[in-house]
């Protein structure tokens, strides 16, 4: 079973949570392996908490185009083709002069077009560092997460490949998804299972995790809902849960003590361990929840 | 142009919560545009009293679609497309949530059978707000070009500047480092860097000013919920002195943050308490830098 833990809006607890599953999990021996991998890849965190043995690392390098001056006639056939305007070429300006050909990685989605387009066959693909991978263990938990380099712009790529990592897991996977509702939380949702969303009950909580619902759903995956920091806001999401017939799998208070514990890299089950058993029981209700729908 | 961008890398740690209390501190001596860079999920609407004018609708790519009729399931797009956006069956067809737009197909399809279609990602929309004008967007669920709709909301909120003689630009930004953010920072004059006391919140503090460094974008940093870990808030502040950055204000954990936010209200329009205090003080350390 593969479980993507997301929210829409940042910092409403899905690391938190997703580690606190996947450790309460981790100490049964029924489960088997729990694979947990940070998806995160622009703002990785998980193993600050875990502080895993990293036993295998990857570098992550799509390939962009070079282009063969020798043999390019400048046509321009590679820029018409390509939708992201990453490539240009121009002819030559004179005679005994070579064609132009701009590339711009930043903007290449590695699709190969023009590669295929080139009538000359000038352009072939080269690697191009945007990130690393890295696997390795904390405790009994399988443990994998990508980062994506400073300065570079594509984490969906990264991510995919951090996924292909998990069809090799024959247990239970548990995903902690980036924030937001754009192609990166779509790319951590694809395949999975159960979309378990974590949110908190204020405005800004309520109006993130209906976003993220309608992502969920137009992926048609079964979700369920997380309330953290139970108490201090209001009742919308409570509201908007029952209307929407969501089912809250569980609700965390409001508590310094888990706060002050998150703060300095402290996972939830190490400051109270008393909730082991909440997680087992809402990884029981998302199995039930997931079978439903 | 005085533009600045409020950023955090780590999601969460009150990028919003700031940029309403500056919108609200700011409007009171000088003409304000407000953007939110945040497309994914944009809540400064929510607490600056938005109310919509105008919505445009935002193509920001194309998407391959099938023709059954032409298609002869010779399995040629399958094969080029590298997005696995490819489903076969009797005829193909294409899953528009894998689809990237690259167009492969499209020219690779040997009967023809597949064309490029503009495909609606959101929404641009333009708000009044009670403190300016408030450019922002929706993506719609799950699509594509959250960077492209970011770079297009700024653009709108620029041309409001141009357009009313605006002193001020502000931008709430997305969290992360990846391309939204990327596009929010492009061109800005100045950065704010909204962290928290927590080994999360630091460690993507490092990575954003890594990203405002590369971008050479002057970046400044306030720390919020400051009293949450003095451990944690210590690391901060050391980091920031030996890395030459401006500390300007520490935030003080206070639950009137979150009650100001359920009444849709800038903290410092009605709250006395020590989060507001702090936040009237970032701004007066704020001011001279941005106000030029």
Redesign the interface.
């Known amino acids: 079973m593969h479980i993507v833990v997301a929210s829409g809006k940042g910092g409403t607890g899905k690391t938190t949570v997703a580690i606190a599953l996947a450790q309460s999990l981790a100490q049964d021996r029924e489960t088997g392996v729990v694979l947990l991998l940070d998806a995160d890849v622009e703002a990785p965190n998980v193993h600050l908490f875990l502080k895993p043995a990293f036993e295998s690392t990857e570098e992550f390098a799509p390939v962009i185009p070079e282009v063969d001056l020798d043999r390019c006639t400048g046509c321009g056939r590679c820029g018409v083709v390509c939708q992201y305007h990453a490539i240009l070429a121009f002819p030559a300006a004179g005679e005994g002069e070579r064609p132009t050909v701009l590339v711009f990685p930043a903007l290449c989605h590695s699709c190969g077009g023009c590669a295929l387009a080139c009538p000359e066959g000038a352009i072939y693909e080269v690697p191009r560092r945007t990130g690393v991978l890295e696997k390795g263990w904390a405790g009994a938990l399988r443990f994998a997460h990508g980062v994506l380099d400073v300065g570079q712009a594509m984490a969906s790529p990264l991510i995919g490949r951090l996924k292909e990592w998990a069809q090799e897991h024959s247990g239970v996977v548990i995903v902690d998804a980036p924030p937001g509702t754009a192609c990166p939380v779509v790319h951590s949702m694809h395949g999975t299972d159960f979309v378990l969303l974590v949110t908190e009950p204020t405005p800004f909580g309520l109006h993130d995790l209906r976003l993220a619902v309608g992502v969920a759903r137009e992926l048609r995956l079964a979700v369920g809902v997380v309330i953290n920091r139970d108490g201090i806001g209001d009742d919308g999401v409570e509201r908007f849960c029952r209307e929407e017939g969501l089912p809250i799998l569980l609700r965390i208070p409001f508590d310094r003590r888990i706060a002050a514990g998150y703060a300095v890299g402290r996972p939830l089950l190490e400051t109270l361990p008393e909730y082991a058993e909440r997680f087992r029981a809402l990884f029981a209700a998302i199995r039930t929840t997931g079978a439903a729908s | 142009m005085n533009e600045l961008v409020i950023l955090?890398?780590?999601?969460?740690?009150g990028k919003?919560t700031v940029a309403a209390a500056l919108a609200h501190l700011a409007a009171q001596e000088a003409r304000l545009v407000l953007a939110d860079a945040?497309?994914?999920?944009a809540?400064l609407e929510?607490v600056v009293g938005a109310a919509v004018e105008a919505r445009h609708e935002f193509y920001g790519?194309?998407e391959a679609i099938v023709d059954p009729s032409l298609c002869t399931a010779c399995g040629r797009c399958a094969e080029?497309c590298?997005?696995g956006a490819i489903i076969p069956g009797e005829t193909y067809a294409v899953d528009d949530?894998?689809c990237?737009?690259?167009?492969?197909c499209f020219?690779?399809c040997p009967a023809e059978a597949i064309r490029m279609q503009e495909a609606l990602d959101g929404y641009w929309l333009l708000s009044r707000s009670r403190y300016g004008p408030l450019v922002h967007g929706t993506?719609r669920?799950?699509?594509?070009n959250?960077?492209k709709l970011v770079a297009l909301v700024k653009e709108k909120a620029r041309g409001l500047v141009e357009q009313t003689g605006a002193d001020l630009l502000l931008v709430d930004g997305?969290?992360?480092?990846?391309?939204?953010?990327?596009a929010s920072l492009s061109g800005a004059g100045l950065a704010l860097a909204v962290t928290?006391?927590?080994?999360?919140g630091f460690?993507?503090l490092e990575?954003i000013v890594?990203?405002a460094r590369?971008?050479q974008v002057p970046m400044l940093v306030c720390l919020n919920k400051a009293d949450?870990?003095p451990?944690?808030a210590a690391e901060v502040e050391r980091y920031c002195a030996a890395e030459g950055i401006e500390l300007l204000a520490r935030i003080p954990y206070d639950?009137d943050v979150?009650r100001a936010?359920?009444l849709?209200r800038p903290i410092t329009a009605d709250g006395r308490g020590p989060a507001a205090e702090a936040l009237r003080g970032l701004w007066a350390q704020l001011r001279p830098r941005w106000m030029r």
Not at chain 2, 141 to 144: K, N
Not at chain 2, 196 to 200: L, W
């Open positions: 955090s890398g780590k999601g969460g740690t919003t945040d497309v994914d999920a809540n929510l790519g194309k080029v590298r997005f949530v894998l990237e737009g690259c167009a492969v020219y690779e993506l669920a799950g699509r594509e959250s960077g997305p969290p992360g480092i990846g391309c939204a953010v990327i928290e006391p927590t080994v999360a460690h993507d990575r890594g990203v590369h971008f949450l870990s451990a944690q639950p979150t936010m359920v849709g």
